[in-house]
């Protein structure tokens, strides 16, 4: 496990030997910093049918299943959809299921991952079953914007928080995985996850891609062809990292170790030209995530432009 995660679960142990049983909990993570590890363990620890102190057996039936994902017991819900939400049917389905007796008697597991997703109408469904939960039903909710759950449902659940690591906690677990922690470094200014080269490698490699295309355009290639490499790719990616190496830019001086690492250093297109298409990039981002129509690859060929546009008044 992860070390910025151990006073997390050294908590969790204590409310593990505590006299009341806990039902729902929410485990509240770093932006950019998933806490699997430490949710995993938890969950194997509730369904494992002889759990040594705050640690499942790993090898009961129970066990087994849960490692392999294929548990009856563990129920998984997340956002959904092109809007990213937790509507009411699943909490509806798992409410229903929660009432039931466990498939292989030692509890029954509903994991909330991405929790804030829920929309009103879920939360409410959920904190109707959290208010008096079933013997043996547990829910445990993941989040790392806990400020947008329902109040009320906060108040239901046993809050644990995760702290996020030193930066030199973060490069001795890059090490410690055979990570180089150059690429942690990079995923982080390029996606704001430190972890996405390990967790996410897909995500980071093409955050990386519209890295490349970045400098290419500034260096003079084509925008348009630029952007039309990335009319297919999630295009949440694609705008974060435009987003992020704009604001690196916008650092500049002051943070000259990204500058070098992003090779963004040297002379750079006034501030209030990176500001102007900065607020491009998050408005095509907002109008994405409130899925007002947006034309994608019209979006990312304006942006691209514009990126090649305020480069193109800097002398070389
Ligand atoms: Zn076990």
Same mark, same amino acid.
């Given at each position: 496990?992860?070390?910025?995660?151990?006073?997390?679960?050294?908590?969790?142990?204590?409310?593990?030997?505590?006299?009341?049983?806990?039902?729902?909990?929410?485990?509240?993570?770093?932006?950019?910093?998933?806490?699997?590890?430490?949710?995993?363990?938890?969950?194997?620890?509730?369904?494992?049918?002889?759990?040594?102190?705050?640690?499942?057996?790993?090898?009961?039936?129970?066990?087994?299943?849960?490692?392999?994902?294929?548990?009856?017991?563990?129920?998984?819900?997340?956002?959904?959809?092109?809007?990213?939400?937790?509507?009411?049917?699943?909490?509806?389905?798992?409410?229903?299921?929660?009432?039931?007796?466990?498939?292989?008697?030692?509890?029954?597991?509903?994991?909330?991952?991405?929790?804030?997703?829920?929309? %009103?109408?879920?939360?409410?469904? =959920?904190?109707? $079953? #959290? !208010?008096?939960?079933?013997? *043996?039903?547990?829910?445990? @909710?993941?989040?790392?914007?806990?400020?947008?759950?329902?109040?009320?449902?906060?108040?239901?659940?046993?809050?644990?928080?995760?702290?996020?690591?030193?930066?030199?906690?973060?490069?001795?677990?890059?090490?410690?995985?055979?990570?180089?922690?150059?690429?942690?470094?990079?995923?982080?200014?390029?996606?704001?996850?430190?972890?996405?080269?390990?967790?996410?490698?897909?995500?980071?490699?093409?955050?990386?891609?519209?890295?490349?295309?970045?400098?290419?355009?500034?260096?003079?290639?084509?925008?348009?062809?630029?952007?039309?490499?990335?009319?297919?790719?999630?295009? %949440?990616?694609?705008?974060?990292? =435009?987003?992020? $190496? #704009? !604001?690196?830019?916008?650092? *500049?001086?002051?943070?000259? @170790?990204?500058?070098?690492?992003?090779?963004?250093?040297?002379?750079?297109?006034?501030?209030?030209?990176?500001?102007?298409?900065?607020?491009?990039?998050?408005?095509?981002?907002?109008?994405?995530?409130?899925?007002?129509?947006?034309?994608?690859?019209?979006?990312?060929?304006?942006?691209?432009?514009?990126?090649?546009?305020?480069?193109?008044?800097?002398?070389?």
């Amino acid at each position: 496990m992860a070390p910025w995660l151990s006073a997390a679960w050294s908590q969790i142990e204590l409310a593990l030997a505590g006299a009341t049983r806990v039902q729902s909990w929410c485990f509240v993570y770093p932006s950019g910093l998933p806490i699997n590890q430490l949710t995993d363990r938890f969950v194997a620890r509730l369904v494992c049918l002889a759990p040594q102190g705050a640690d499942s057996c790993g090898t009961c039936a129970s066990c087994q299943m849960n490692h392999e994902s294929t548990h009856p017991d563990v129920t998984f819900i997340g956002p959904e959809g092109a809007a990213g939400m937790i509507k009411v049917g699943p909490i509806r389905d798992a409410v229903k299921l929660a009432y039931m007796t466990p498939s292989l008697g030692a509890a029954r597991v509903f994991r909330v991952v991405g929790a804030d997703a829920m929309n %009103e109408e879920s939360s409410n469904a =959920l904190l109707k $079953v #959290i !208010e008096e939960p079933p013997q *043996g039903s547990f829910f445990v @909710l993941e989040t790392s914007s806990p400020g947008r759950l329902l109040p009320t449902l906060v108040s239901r659940l046993r809050m644990i928080s995760v702290k996020p690591p030193e930066s030199e906690e973060l490069a001795q677990y890059a090490h410690s995985i055979s990570v180089d922690p150059m690429r942690l470094r990079r995923a982080e200014l390029l996606l704001g996850e430190p972890l996405a080269p390990e967790q996410n490698a897909e995500r980071f490699a093409l955050a990386e891609q519209v890295l490349t295309a970045m400098q290419a355009v500034r260096g003079g290639q084509d925008p348009e062809v630029a952007a039309k490499a990335f009319v297919k790719q999630d295009a %949440e990616t694609v705008l974060i990292t =435009l987003s992020r $190496v #704009i !604001e690196a830019c916008i650092r *500049g001086p002051h943070d000259p @170790l990204a500058a070098e690492i992003l090779r963004l250093d040297g002379p750079r297109p006034p501030d209030a030209m990176l500001f102007q298409l900065h607020d491009r990039v998050q408005e095509v981002r907002r109008q994405a995530v409130q899925r007002i129509h947006v034309n994608v690859p019209m979006a990312l060929g304006m942006l691209f432009s514009g990126w090649a546009f305020i480069w193109s008044k800097v002398l070389r």
